[in-house]
């Protein structure tokens, strides 16, 4: 007979830690499954480590809820564990007549989400506050910040563990087969293929949730959970730059990101992007050949920045359901009881604002396993 347990996360992300640390209390036997030698090695620490406001997303969409919830249960934990941050605020820069417009309706769609801190400033506001940014107009979000990802990471990971969750590191989920009304599920790790019984999925495998559902016998195509790679590049500035700006400074969006922006990181670094680019392959390299683009890019709000002071810096990559020219797609975060597939959760497409978002995801994924 193969071993039982209750719970069987899939992925020791940012996502699969939060949901471990939430769900394990009480007597649930959880186990978190994770390919690689630890926890967070894949786009939860390839990423911006902003804590997003929740302005941009449709009104009651996952993303503008689960990211106001998320921002608010982050920075009180931040508080509470010492895990280091800084609510410098972020203003959106416009630099044409179509930009000032498009900020309004960001204002708008701000306050529907419940950010109701938004300020429109003009030219003479933008200048007092970052009198290098050059641009017409901007929106103030003063609820944005930045943190330290990595330490949130770790402290997830031991509370979960204190709760009683059991972490199982290189070790690959390769099946996920209904077995009655629970899953058997099939690991590869060092000594070869093994399986056991569960009676909850929680798929948490970022940039393979995707194929994770497929095992499950979902079709992906059809239920739209298909997913596209989006690569976001960085590239880092001289530090000359640093303490040039206080806040993060953001630009017009692009149709797949939210633009190539300026943030200085709490260690001091200055750091441009991400861009965005649909990729086939999870390749981390930075193409050096970006460089143009990404001055191109800074310099409408930076006039005083130089092409020779940008250096590659580091690369991530979005899981993202929305493909190239697609409209917006939210979060998928659902129990596949209907589909029937009781006791199957999946988590697919958990881009940006995801890491914001992260607490108060693992709060409804526990509140639709009961
Ligand atoms: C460029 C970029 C910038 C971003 N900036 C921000 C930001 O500033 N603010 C913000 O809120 N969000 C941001 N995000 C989004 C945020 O990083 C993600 O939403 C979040 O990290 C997703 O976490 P996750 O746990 O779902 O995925 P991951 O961190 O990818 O974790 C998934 C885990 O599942 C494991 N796994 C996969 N398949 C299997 C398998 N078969 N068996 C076992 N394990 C498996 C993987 O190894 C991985 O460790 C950004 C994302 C990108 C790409």
């Not at 997303?57 to 106001?68: G, H, I, M, N, Q």
């Not at 508080?79 to 605020?89: Q, R, V």
């Not at 087969?177 to 000594?191: S, V």
């Not at 298909?226 to 017009?252: Q, T």
Request: glycine residues 10%; aromatic residues 10%.
């Amino acid at each position: 007979m193969l071993a039982e347990i209750d719970v069987a996360i899939i992925g020791a992300g940012v996502i699969g830690l939060a949901t471990a640390r939430e769900i394990s209390q009480g007597k649930k036997e959880v186990f978190v499954f994770e390919k690689n030698r630890t926890f967070g090695l894949e786009t939860s620490s390839r990423n911006s480590e902003v804590i997003h406001a929740g302005i941009y997303y449709p009104e009651d969409s996952f993303k503008a809820k689960l990211c106001v919830e998320g921002k608010n249960l982050l920075y009180k934990l931040c508080d509470k564990y010492n895990i280091a941050y800084k609510k410098s605020g972020k203003i959106i820069v416009a630099a044409d007549e179509n930009e000032i417009n498009w900020l309004k309706e960001l204002y708008e769609q701000g306050g529907k989400n419940g950010v109701k801190d938004l300020t429109l400033l003009s030219q003479t506001e933008l200048k007092k506050l970052e009198p290098n940014i050059e641009a017409r107009a901007g929106l103030l979000s003063p609820s944005s910040g930045i943190f330290d990802s990595h330490s949130l990471l770790k402290f997830l990971y031991s509370q979960a563990r204190e709760k009683g969750a059991e972490f199982v590191f290189n070790t690959e989920v390769i099946g996920v087969g209904k077995a009655g009304t629970k899953y058997e599920i099939q690991i590869k790790d060092r000594d070869g293929i093994s399986a056991f019984v569960t009676h909850v999925v929680v798929n948490c495998a970022g940039l393979n949730s995707d194929q994770i559902a497929q095992l499950t016998g979902i079709d992906i195509v059809k239920s739209g959970y298909k997913l596209h790679y989006c690569k976001g590049e960085y590239f880092s500035l001289d530090s000359k730059y640093k303490n040039l700006i206080s806040r993060l400074i953001y630009p017009a969006p692009e149709q797949a990101g939210h633009g190539i922006h300026w943030r200085q990181a709490l260690d001091g670094r200055v750091l441009l992007g991400p861009s965005a680019r649909y990729v086939e392959e999870i390749d981390y390299t930075v193409d050096k050949t970006h460089k143009q683009a990404f001055y191109d890019s800074v310099k409408k709000f930076l006039p005083l920045v130089e092409l020779e002071d940008l250096e590659p810096e580091s690369a991530g990559i979005r899981p993202k359901l929305q493909g190239p020219g697609e409209n917006f797609r939210d979060f998928v975060i659902t129990h596949e009881e209907e589909a029937g597939f009781p006791g199957l959760i999946n988590l697919i497409g958990i881009e940006s604002p995801g890491l914001t978002a992260s607490l108060a995801i693992a709060k409804y994924v526990s509140g639709i396993m009961s």
